[in-house]
């Protein structure tokens, strides 16, 4: 069982910077040398499909994104902290929604492709607007 508490959600304005963080324990914690898992961030608006938004692979750092936050947004993971990062500039409105943090050991089809299905544990959300 893997544990996941994202943090850093917040209001801000277009053109902004947020920086969320995930912390995980439990079977994927710190101190496995085994890095073969993979873990994501997701965003949903009420009413709205979940959307994936960017994936990592532990083992060689592989990073994927969609298209929409490309280029802006930027994962990251520090093995020894166990903790996912998601780096995101140049906030737009559109970006507003409920971010989640997802994990997988071992990773499962469809993680470059940011899908939700991919990934068997979650956390609850940090919330993120952006005001124009």
């Known amino acids: 069982q893997v544990q996941l508490v994202e943090s850093g959600g917040g209001s801000v304005q277009a053109g902004g910077s947020l920086r969320l963080s995930c912390v995980a324990s439990g079977s994927t914690a710190s101190g496995s040398t085994d890095r073969s898992y993979c873990m994501g961030w997701f965003r949903q608006v009420p009413g709205k499909e979940r959307e994936g938004v960017a994936s990592?692979?532990?083992?060689?750092?592989?990073?994927f994104y969609a298209d929409s936050v490309e280029g802006r947004f930027t994962v990251s993971l520090d093995n020894a902290k166990m903790t996912l990062y998601l780096e995101m500039n140049s906030l737009r409105p559109e970006d507003t929604a409920m971010y989640y943090c997802a994990s997988q050991r071992p990773c499962r089809v469809g993680w470059t492709r940011l899908r939700g299905s991919a990934f068997g544990d979650w956390g609850q959300g940090t919330q993120v607007i952006v005001s124009s």
């Open positions: 990592i692979y532990a083992g060689s750092g592989s990073t």
